[in-house]
């Protein structure tokens, strides 16, 4: 995945565990593009400041992805819903019984995983 939708991902669902000046500096970094340079001016610190907060931040996001396993989670349930999503297409075109079992399959695997 590439690095900056996978700690974009992280910090959706881990963002709130970091302090207020640290989720500040990592939107700035993740989602306005800011540069390094460019925070650091606004933050008045030093670029490698600015360079070790991110950093750190997305260590420590990783570390709870590490733990609980959320963000892996909901992209393996994403993927299934796509594969349920596409076989009920299908279904809806050649109207295959078998389809429905797979859907039911796959459902269970997730309900399971919840």
């Given at each position: 995945m ?5 700690q ?9 565990l ?13 989602f306005?593009?800011l540069?390094?340079?460019?925070i650091a001016?606004?933050?008045g610190?030093s670029?490698q ?14 570390g709870?992805e590490s733990?609980?396993?959320l ?8 993927e ?5 999503h ?6 809806h075109?050649n ?5 429905l079992?797979?859907i039911e399959?796959?459902s ?7």
């Amino acid at each position: 995945m590439e690095q900056k939708l996978e700690q974009a991902y992280l910090y959706d669902f881990y963002g709130e565990l970091l302090n207020e000046r640290q989720r500040s500096i990592y939107e700035d970094f993740i989602f306005h593009d800011l540069s390094l340079t460019e925070i650091a001016q606004e933050e008045g610190i030093s670029r490698q400041g600015v360079h070790d907060m991110v950093k750190r931040c997305t260590k420590t996001l990783e570390g709870y992805e590490s733990r609980l396993h959320l963000v892996q989670k909901f992209l393996s349930t994403k993927e299934r819903v796509a594969k349920i999503h596409a076989l009920a297409g299908q279904f809806h075109k050649n109207k295959d019984e078998s389809l429905l079992d797979q859907i039911e399959q796959i459902s269970n695997a997730i309900l399971e995983d919840l």
